[in-house]
């Protein structure tokens, strides 16, 4: 392998973690702090690219504009979604959660053919992120793949601020922590997981929406993702964002690298990476020991 595949390689390997990072960042807000098995989470990242299919052509080139509605839209549905549905799951047993978040899948797939129907469509990219830059003599790289990952940071730093540096990210740290006590301090903790279950729905959307350009739009595509994404969630230990976005871009890099070197076998890369690590740190590379 020349340095350029390996570094187009590479560049390919980080957009695709930071992606990870987006849907399994919004994972562990709703299964590590709200203590919710969401099967239907990949449904969202689902909803996020019909989203930008059915957006694209009321917006065109206005991009970005596009996404901070469908930020704005799903995390109004995230927002109805707790109250009717994830709002009488917290003090159920997990058995009761699965079959209802897996009802929801039934449901949104059902919705998706009724709505759209069952064809695989695809998303025009906005004319001001087409084309590529060369890297070397022959290789070159698109640069809607460069404005995915930087919008994946950005989010990432977004939410960091937002969890470590403000007072609702304080409250939502108690409330995973000790939801009595909070409660009991005068805060609504109903009203503060309607909030991070929003948030969670949200970020699997935008997901969705970066990812739609880069590839088709088509029925079911939320289920491989939702495996990887709790994949992503345990190894870097339940409930930390940072052990999220870490574990991501391993997975990232162990599935790209894979797919190159071992193709055959490259499936079976990151359950074996997830294996290793349990087996070092069971709690995960950030996770609070019991």
């Known amino acids: 392998m020349d340095f350029g595949t390996f570094l187009v390689q590479c560049l390919n390997a980080v957009q695709y973690g930071l992606l ?42 206005n991009f970005i504009l596009m996404l901070l509605a469908g930020v704005v839209l799903t995390a109004a549905l995230g927002y109805v979604l707790e109250w009717a549905f994830f709002s009488y799951l917290y003090q159920r047993d997990h058995l009761q959660q699965v079959l209802m978040t897996y009802g929801l899948i039934l449901v949104f797939e059902e919705l998706r053919s009724i709505l759209i129907g069952n064809d695989v469509h695809g998303v025009p990219l906005p ?94 595509m939320g289920a491989s993702v939702l495996i990887i994404c709790f994949v992503v969630v345990v190894i870097g230990g339940i409930g930390s964002i940072t052990g999220a976005l870490v574990a991501a871009l391993l997975v990232g890099f162990v599935d790209t690298f894979g797919k190159v070197f071992f193709a055959e076998l490259s499936g079976v890369g990151i359950y074996v990476l997830m294996a290793v690590i349990l087996i070092w740190r069971p709690e995960g590379l950030m996770g609070k020991k019991a």
């Open 127 to 220: 004319a001001w992120l087409g084309g590529s830059f060369a890297l070397g003599d022959l290789m070159s790289y698109p640069w809607y793949r460069i404005f995915a990952s930087v919008a994946c940071i950005v989010v990432a730093v977004a939410l960091y601020y937002v969890v470590n540096r403000t007072r609702l990210g304080m409250m939502v740290r108690a409330g995973a922590s000790n939801r009595d006590m909070v409660r009991g301090l005068g805060i609504d903790i109903r009203r503060l997981y309607r909030i991070v279950f929003a948030a969670g729905v949200a970020l699997a959307a935008l997901a969705g929406m970066i990812a739609a350009p880069m590839s088709s739009v088509y029925p079911n």
């Open 20 to 61: 990870l990072f987006l849907v399994a960042s919004g994972l562990t807000l709703i299964f590590g702090i709200m203590g919710v098995i969401n099967l239907a989470h990949g449904s969202f990242y689902m909803i996020g690219a019909y989203l930008a299919f059915s957006l694209a052509p009321l917006f065109g080139d």
